[in-house]
C-alpha cells in the first residue's frame, strides 16, 4: 500500500484549512452557524481551531483512503482538470447549505443527499471512496454535535434537526470525504505518470 | 423488441413510489403544493394515490421506452452507478423545485428547464428517451392540471402559472421521462452483461 | 488559424442574443438588474441594446478563441449534445444568479465561483478557453460597470458588491467566456466530420 507523505499531508492540509475557512466564512455570513465562544483568536470569519480541524481532518482521512485500499493509479490525462471538479464540487455543496439553511429542513437535505449521491457516483473511485465518505459522514457531525452541546458553536434554528446539526450535515461531511479521497488518489498517482 | 417483464415491472413501481413519497414530502413541508382533500388515507406527507400513481406512471414509461424503441445494451461497467446518478439527478430536481417554489416564476422555470436539459444530454440514451420525455412533459402535467382543477390537491399561488399548476412542472416531468428511460435500459441491460 | 465565417457570426449572435433575453428576463424579474433609463425600445424584459450587445459579445469572443490557438477537431460523435450541454450550463447559472441575487453575497459568490470552474473543467477545452474565460470575467464587468456609473441600470443593492455590480458577474462572465468558446470550437469542427 501507498503510505502519506510528508509532503502530500502538507498540501492537503493547507487545501482543507483554505477551504474550511471559505466555506465557513458561507455558515457565518449566512448565520447558518454561530460562534458562540469568542475567546479564541479568529481568522476570517473562523475560529482559528476551526480550519486547523478541517485541515487534520482532510490528512488523517487521505491516510485512511491509503490504508484501506490499494490506489489504482489514475488513468486520466488531466490530474489538475479532475482535481480542480472534485473541489469545486464539495466548495458548491458547502456554499449550497449556507444558501439553503433557512429553508425547511426535509427538503433541503433531500436536495443536498441528492447531490452528494450525484458527487459520489462522479468522484468515488470504489468501495474505499465510499466508505471513507460514510466515515466523515459519521465522525464530522458527531464531532459538531460535541462542539454545539459543549456551547462552542450553534447552528440556526432552521436547520439544526439532526440532535443540534443540520440535517444536511452528514451529506455534506460524505461529499467531503469522498473528495478527499479521489485527491488522495490523484496525489498518489502523481510517480505513476 | 425487449418486452417489460414482470420483476422489473415490480421493481420499478417501488423505486417510482418511494422517489415520488421523497420528492411530494419536499413539496408538501415547503407548501409547494398542498392537498386539499383529506378524506383519503395518507402515508408519510402524501395521500396514498400519489405514490402509486407516480410508480405506474414509471412503470407506463417503462413500457413505452421499451415499445417505441429498440434498447442498445449499456456498454458501460458500472451499471449501478449509472443508475443511481440517474435517480439522484432527478430527485434533486425535484426537491429544488421545492426551494425554488416561491421565488418569480419565470426565473426559477428557467433555472429548473436549463437542468432539465443538462440532465437530458447527460442520460438520454438518443430520441426514444427524449420522446418519452416529452410525453411525461405532456401527460404529467394534464394530469395534475385535471387534479388541481377537481379541488383535489392546489400549487402555492407563486407558482401556478400553468393553469394551475406550476410553470417548471413540464421540465420536472421531462427529466423524470428521460430518467426512467434509462433506467428502463439499464434494467433491460442485465442479461446482456 | 481558422477564421470566423459570417454564417458562425451570424448564429452565433442570434444565440447570445437569445440567451442574453432569456438570463436577462430572469434578472428584471427577480429585481437583480433595473434599467433606469426608460427612453431605449424594449423588448420582453430588456432593453433593446442588452441582447444586442450579449449577441455581439459572443461574436468577440469566438473571433479572439479562433486567433489565439488551433481549434482541435472536436472528436465526440454528438456536437448537437455537446453544444446544448454547454449552453443549457451558462444559462443555469445565469438565471441561478438571479435567484441567488438577495442572499449575502459572500454565500451566493462562493457557489456561483464554484460552479463556474465546474463548468470550466467541463467544458474548456484547454488554456485558449480558459483565457476566454479569463477576458470575458473582466471586460464584461467592467462594461457594466461602466453602465451602472453612467446611471443606465443598477444591481440590488444585496448584490452590489463589485463597484456596483454583483460581486459574482465575473464569474458568470467567465462561464460565458468557456462555453462560447467551446460552441465556437464545435462549429468550427463541422466541416472536420
Not at 88 to 101: D, I, K, M, P, Q
Not at 114 to 122: D, W
Amino acid at each position: 500500500l501507498t503510505r502519506l507523505k510528508l509532503s502530500w499531508a502538507v498540501g492537503l492540509f493547507l487545501l482543507g484549512a483554505i477551504g474550511g475557512l471559505l466555506g465557513d466564512a458561507a455558515h457565518v455570513e449566512t448565520a447558518t452557524t454561530t460562534y458562540l465562544s469568542h475567546g479564541v483568536p479568529f481568522i476570517w470569519r473562523s475560529a482559528l481551531w476551526f480550519p486547523i480541524a478541517v485541515g487534520l481532518g482532510t490528512v488523517a482521512t487521505a491516510d485512511v483512503r491509503l490504508r484501506i485500499a490499494a490506489v489504482d493509479l489514475w488513468s486520466g490525462h488531466e490530474r489538475v482538470r479532475e482535481a480542480t471538479a472534485a473541489i469545486a464540487t464539495v466548495l458548491a455543496l458547502y456554499a449550497l447549505t449556507a444558501v439553503l439553511h433557512d429553508q425547511p429542513e426535509g427538503a433541503a437535505t433531500t436536495l443536498v443527499a441528492m447531490l452528494a449521491a450525484l458527487a459520489a457516483t462522479r468522484f468515488a473511485s470504489g468501495r474505499a471512496a465510499v466508505a471513507c465518505g460514510l466515515a466523515a459522514a459519521v465522525v464530522g457531525p458527531v464531532a459538531e454535535i460535541v462542539l454545539v452541546k459543549a456551547g462552542v458553536a450553534a447552528y440556526a434554528r432552521s436547520c439544526d434537526g439532526l440532535f443540534g446539526v443540520a440535517l444536511w450535515l452528514p451529506a455534506l461531511y460524505f461529499t467531503f470525504g469522498v473528495v478527499v479521497s479521489r485527491l488522495t488518489e490523484l496525489i498518489a498517482s502523481e510517480g505513476g505518470r
